[in-house]
């Protein structure tokens, strides 16, 4: 619902705010004031197309602010959540457009694009008037309020299931055949390369190792040449061994009894055990040293075998028994494939005829629903001044499958006998638009979420009891939509609930457009000017007055 709007430096608007209630509002003003300045200003904060012109002269911008309760519309507020840009109980749409014609738009206070604003804004209000771009008239719309007043829903909810189950399988399916047309040139060079690795009969651990005994035995002389030099300064007659235990034997026959005595000789055991314990390691290694020029060329020719074959495949040499499960794994998917596609098309085929199935249903009550709402379209709009007037809903097959079904709706209209009917985006006059919008609306009314609809022309070229009629239709829809309309009709503006009156002053050689909502009295004075538009005498007051007694 929208509840606030707010107009700066917007065409001949200085400051204005307008706070809006539920119900019905009727918009009015003589004939000339700019009551389509606040159509115009609401179709731009919901991505209209900005231009300079809109920027009052002699200012640098022009800012509109809509502030709309969205506790009831449940799809924009799921919009929002979607965009992170929800708010609890509101959304405020802010457009702003430059002296030089550039503009910025924001949900939320968040910058967002034009066409952000157009999306959430198809969810927050309906704008039926001349020259714009009315949601009635997208295919998309129409096909959704023929199924919202057939009550579709849960036949519509399977359709979508079923169609979304299919698509994700056929591509399943589609990815398997192509990966599976080109695995016979796969098999036989995954093959290749399991046989060369798998030849290698490479053991875990193998290449670590055989490196590690390579450079061993690459190192022979040197590691020889290391230990029995260092066995031999251990235990040579002159060596470690020597040295310590002579060194011990000293100190044990000083018979020395201070600590630093007692330290040191403790230290010096500890020492010739450690060296004991070295000269053991180094004599157990040299006698157990095999240097064997033929097993140094083994494990040379066996680690360039490894290295090579490694190579070639572009991985490490200690990455090979990996490489070779990942091959072999692969080998076995593709294997697997035959089988997988059968099961695969088996399922689609099923999907097909649970979704041509439940899309004939869905058909069938589209087809049986078009026509009731064909008839009570048709009914509405003669009684509003299209005398001879039909409705058609047509119903035309898609070429393939989708997720709203086997068919498009589409809403014609025939306004001259003898005429072919026309689809309802060809009709001419704004004001008939408006009307068979109208009539639309108000049938779907119930089926309808809770939203803002906005009515100009709606009384174009009627009067009378046609007039009253629409004010009736008006007032109606407004039990469970938000309804305004601009309007020149006082039969139309008495059945509203709240009125706002348009004036243009011009002050200081300067045009200015204002707005106010109207109290009880005004609005008697307001609708007796509207009846005749000359001065207004006690009995035009009185008529008035009984006009807004009679609302319903």
Same mark, same amino acid.
């Given at each position: 619902m929208?509840?606030?709007l707010h107009l700066q430096n917007f065409a001949i608007i200085d400051d204005l705010e307008l706070s809006f209630s539920s119900g019905m509002t009727a918009i009015t003003g003589e004939t000339g004031v700019g009551k389509s300045?606040? =159509?115009d200003a609401i179709s731009l904060v919901l991505g209209g197309r900005a231009a300079s012109d809109w920027v009052k002269h002699g200012e640098k911008r022009a800012t509109i602010t809509l502030n709309v309760d969205i506790r009831a519309l449940k799809? !924009? !507020? %799921?919009?929002l959540a979607e965009h992170e840009l929800d708010q609890e109980e509101e959304c405020i749409l802010r457009r702003t457009i430059s002296a030089e014609g550039k503009s910025s738009a924001f949900i939320n206070g968040v910058p967002t694009t034009t066409q952000n604003l157009r999306n959430l804004g198809t969810l927050l209000i309906h704008l039926h008037s001349q020259h714009q771009s009315q949601q009635l008239l997208q295919p998309k719309e129409q096909l959704h309020l023929l199924d919202q007043f057939g009550k579709h829903e849960s036949l519509l909810q399977a359709v979508e299931k079923t169609f979304a189950e299919l698509q994700i399988t056929e591509k399943k399916l589609k990815s398997l055949i192509e990966k599976n047309q080109s695995s016979t040139q796969r098999i036989e060079f995954l093959q290749f390369q399991v046989n060369e690795i798998e030849a290698l009969e490479l053991k875990p651990n193998e290449v670590d190792e055989l490196e590690q005994e390579y450079k &061993?035995? /690459?190192n022979a002389d040197k590691i020889l040449d290391a230990g029995k030099s260092s066995l031999d300064m251990i235990d040579d007659e002159t060596g470690i061994t020597h040295l310590l %235990?002579? !060194? =011990?034997?000293?100190l044990e &026959? /000083?018979?020395e009894s201070s600590a630093a005595f007692k330290n040191a000789l403790t230290a010096l055991n500890q020492a010739l055990i450690n060296t004991e314990e070295a000269s053991s390691e180094l004599n157990h290694f040299l006698s157990d040293f095999d240097l064997d020029p033929e097993r140094l060329n083994f494990i040379d020719q066996r680690l360039s075998t490894i290295h090579q074959v490694a190579h070639k495949h572009r991985v490490q040499a200690s990455e090979l028994a990996q490489f070779l $499960?990942?091959?072999q794994t692969e080998l076995a998917e593709i294997a697997q494939g035959d089988d997988l596609i059968d099961s695969l098309k088996k399922s689609v085929e099923t999907l097909q005829q649970q979704y041509d199935q439940q899309a004939k249903q869905l058909s069938d009550a589209r087809i049986q629903n078009a026509k009731k709402l064909s008839a009570a379209v048709s009914q509405h709009i003669q009684n509003l001044g299209m005398p001879k007037g039909q409705f058609i809903v047509t119903l035309q097959a898609r070429p393939a499958r989708s997720a709203e079904g086997a068919e498009k709706a589409q809403f014609d209209i025939n306004l001259n006998p003898g005429h072919a009917a026309q689809p309802l985006a060809k009709? !001419? /006059? @704004? @004001? $008939?638009? /408006?009307?068979i919008s109208l009539a639309i609306y108000t049938i779907t009314a119930k089926q309808q979420p809770t939203t803002t609809l906005i009515f100009d022309e709606v009384d174009a070229g009627i009067g009378g009891e046609t007039g009253n009629i629409v004010g009736k239709l008006l007032r109606q829809l407004a039990k469970s939509n938000q309804v305004f309309c601009i309007t020149h009709l006082a039969q139309v503006a008495a059945k509203a609930h709240h009125h706002v009156v348009i004036h243009k002053e011009v002050n200081k050689k300067q045009t200015q457009t204002t707005a106010m909502k109207l109290t009880e009295e005004e609005r008697i004075l307001e609708i007796a000017r509207m009846t005749t538009g000359k001065s207004i005498t006690d009995e035009m007051k009185s008529h008035a007055k009984a006009m807004l007694e009679n609302m319903d």
């Open positions: 929208l509840t606030h300045i606040i =159509i799809d !924009a !507020a %799921n919009w &061993q035995l /690459s %235990n002579q !060194a =011990i034997h000293r &026959q /000083s018979k $499960e990942t091959m009709v !001419a /006059s @704004g @004001g $008939e638009l /408006s009307r």
